[in-house]
């Protein structure tokens, strides 16, 4: 397998998936037998991946990244919980170990049991098939800047750059009255849960404490980018009041320009993973700047050959945006070796 730790060159192009699902159906079995009792109707994906991994030479895709966050995999009681975390990040290793490193993973940690996702933590880093913490917008109800979570990030925050990729949960977005039928909980919700998510981790000053922490969001930051302009002028109001009454505001010390209080936003990278809409792909564009995007699939839920030609072909982007967004922009926080072609 190839070395993970192997230096890339200066200037390296390398294709990365950073939002791609494996829910290996052994993994679906353990978490029933752990005691969940809402998973049997979702269907698991077999061991083999080959079948994926000829879709990303389709596409000339180094690198997917899988993560098991998407699926409300929560268990109450603590050694369960790292029993699910250690299964599910053995099958990431695995996956990578058995086809020459092409598969890498996002970690699942079994949060909200504190001391249990930090020595998972500590466990997962230390294996080259993991490139970072893959987490959900909320857990047990609770976000996840919460102040109870603060030894997991500060634990985290020890590794240095370390990814944090965050992804929505369908089924917490049904907390709106109504999203619980026709799966609307997806359809609504999840937009909803990653455009909050973002937002609360500036505001709550997570990633102020934590500067090095590289996150990475989901789907665009959902529908995050049509609320910017809106957000913007309200909270520059509100600061323009406060400062006019001598009152302090909620975002002193975190936000320095009134005008434009949610750039620390553009701090943070979004995955493409939008291609139903390629108007879309406009918006996150003029909102994050194209040197914050990368690709993202979806799969299982979506196509990476979609994905791949949704940046390849899109109006809104320049040819080298196209190719930051590909080949660079998520090369440069993972730092992935570059592969070299196998002769056909």
């Known amino acids: 397998m190839t070395d993970q730790n192997t230096p890339e060159p200066e200037g390296s192009t390398v294709r990365i998936d950073v939002h791609a699902h494996y829910w290996a159906q052994s993994y679906l079995d353990l978490l029933i037998d752990l005691g969940r009792t809402d998973l049997k109707r979702f269907p698991g994906q077999p061991d083999d991946l080959a ?35 250690q299964f599910i990040n053995g099958l990431y290793s695995d996956a990578c170990a058995r086809f020459d490193g092409r598969f890498r993973g996002f970690a699942t940690v ?30 047990s109800g609770v976000p996840i800047d919460d102040p109870s979570f603060e030894p997991f990030w500060a634990n985290l925050a020890r590794h240095g750059a370390t990814t944090v990729y965050i992804h929505p949960v369908g089924t917490d977005s049904e907390i709106h009255p109504g999203l619980g039928d026709w799966n609307l909980s ?7 849960q990653i455009a909050l998510a973002p937002t609360r981790i500036l505001f709550s000053g997570l990633s102020t404490r934590y500067p090095d922490l590289q996150f990475v969001f989901a789907l665009g930051g959902g529908i995050l980018p049509f609320l910017w302009p809106r957000q913007e002028r309200a909270i520059g109001r509100s600061m323009a009041m406060a400062r006019a009454d001598g009152r302090p505001h909620y975002l002193d010390g975190l936000v320095s320009d ?3 209080p949610l750039d620390g936003l553009r701090r943070f990278w979004f995955d493409c993973s939008t291609q139903d809409l390629p108007l879309t792909l406009a ?14 699939s979806d799969e299982t839920h979506a196509s990476l050959v ?7 072909d899109s109006e809104y982007l320049t040819d080298d945006e196209r190719e930051a967004a590909l080949d660079r922009n998520a090369q440069s926080f993972l730092h992935l070796p570059v592969r070299t072609p196998v002769p056909v």
């Open 51 to 85: 079948d994926r991994l000829a879709v990303m030479d389709s596409v000339d895709v180094d690198y997917q990244v899988f993560s098991a966050v998407g699926l409300n995999t929560v268990l109450d009681d603590p050694a369960d919980a790292v029993t699910a975390a």
């Open 306 to 312: 979609e994905a791949v030609a949704y940046l390849q």
């Open 283 to 296: 918006a996150v564009r003029d909102t994050y700047g194209a040197d914050r995007l990368v690709l993202g």
């Open 186 to 192: 997806m359809a609504y919700g999840s937009p909803l």
């Open 110 to 139: 079994p949060l909200p049991h504190l001391d249990e996702a930090i020595a998972e933590t500590e466990r997962a880093l230390a294996d080259p098939a993991i490139v970072g913490v893959g987490l959900p917008c909320s857990i």
């Open 258 to 260: 009134q005008e434009h």
